[in-house]
């Protein structure tokens, strides 16, 4: 956000203040006030003008400066009200050298999970994609993933959902006790690099919030539907973009809150693979985010793969 409407918005937020008593303040002119309130109330901030001055009385619309302002991570935010896809733009944004973007959208209309499935991605989810570009070995990408994961679900938990988290890159909701779950959301992480370095990351976080569940696939849910209510998705947007930058900057903490968060552990699974498939008994993610499996044959290691639950035997 413009540095100049930053601090417009942060005097205006406690209180009426003159028009004559900001240009002071921020040794710009009356008339470039104006044009900054103008342009503020376009982008959908309430603010009044009252006998005292300018006074900021609500944020409530879903936009790039409204995620922006009072946002506690280093991150600009792209937003759109439609696009194909998040990720594809954020992977355009990424190779012509940018970094720390959120590339936000209301709708995607060709968007996709895991293994190029489709992805409904309808008006009033939350769409999102990170650019980021980290400085590790390219062996430790999936820890961003794993770092997606926890942060929505913390997120969403504060939220009041019950979401935990799937190998490798859903975030779910429990249902029973034996590994049955619906989706919640789901992460789709691409990056360019070479043997040796990480060029840049993209993490895409797709969410079913102000959704019906009867209008999404079978088996996925949605925080309207698992609380009740809407969420305010500016919050949460700004809530999920503030967590993983906080993970991101603690990798080592990943593992162990990923684990703390997982249905997967302890379940009976099948994992299929380009190789084949694996059944046995999730029971750890190694350092790197690999799903440890206790399989007939012994102790096995999957660092990929589509991850089933099984009902226990």
Not at 148 to 161: D, F, K, L, Q, S
Not at 244 to 265: C, H, K, Y
Request: glycine letters at 8%; a negative charge; aromatic letters at 6%.
């Amino acid at each position: 956000m413009n540095e100049t409407r930053e601090a417009i918005l942060e005097a205006i937020a406690d209180g009426p203040v003159s028009g004559p008593d900001l240009a002071t303040d921020l040794d710009v002119s009356r008339a470039a006030i104006w044009k900054h309130i103008d342009e503020l109330r376009d982008a959908a901030f309430e603010i009044e003008s009252g006998p005292h001055g300018y006074e900021l009385l609500d944020v409530s619309a879903y936009n790039g400066p409204s995620i922006e302002y009072e946002l506690e991570a280093p991150f600009s935010v792209e937003y759109h009200d439609a696009v194909e896809s998040t990720n594809d733009l954020a992977r355009e944004r990424a190779v012509h050298g940018a970094t720390d973007v959120a590339v936000v959208a209301n709708e995607q209309r060709g968007s996709r999970g895991r293994l190029e499935r489709e992805w409904s991605s309808p008006a009033g989810g939350i769409w999102i994609s990170l650019v980021t570009r980290p400085a590790v070995a390219p062996a430790r990408a999936p820890l961003y993933t794993l770092a997606a994961a926890v942060a929505t679900a913390r997120i969403a938990r504060e939220a009041g959902v019950d979401a935990q988290i799937k190998w490798p890159n859903d975030v779910v909701v429990p249902v029973g006790d034996d590994g049955d779950y619906r989706k919640l959301a789901g992460i789709l992480t691409e990056m360019e690099g070479e043997t040796d370095r990480i060029d840049w990351l993209v993490v895409g976080i797709g969410i079913n919030a102000n959704l019906d569940a009867s209008d999404l696939p079978d088996g996925a849910t949605s925080v309207r539907d698992e609380t009740g209510d809407d969420v305010d998705r500016r919050r949460f947007v700004q809530r999920l973009v503030e967590e993983f930058d906080r993970a991101r900057g603690d990798l080592e903490s990943v593992v162990s809150a990923w684990r703390e968060l997982a249905l997967t552990i302890g379940q009976r699974v099948r994992v299929e693979r380009a190789t084949g498939e694996l059944v046995g008994d999730a029971v750890d993610v190694t350092e790197t985010g690999a799903l440890v499996l206790e399989t007939d044959d012994g102790r096995t290691t999957v660092s990929a793969g589509d991850c089933e639950h099984l009902r226990p035997t």
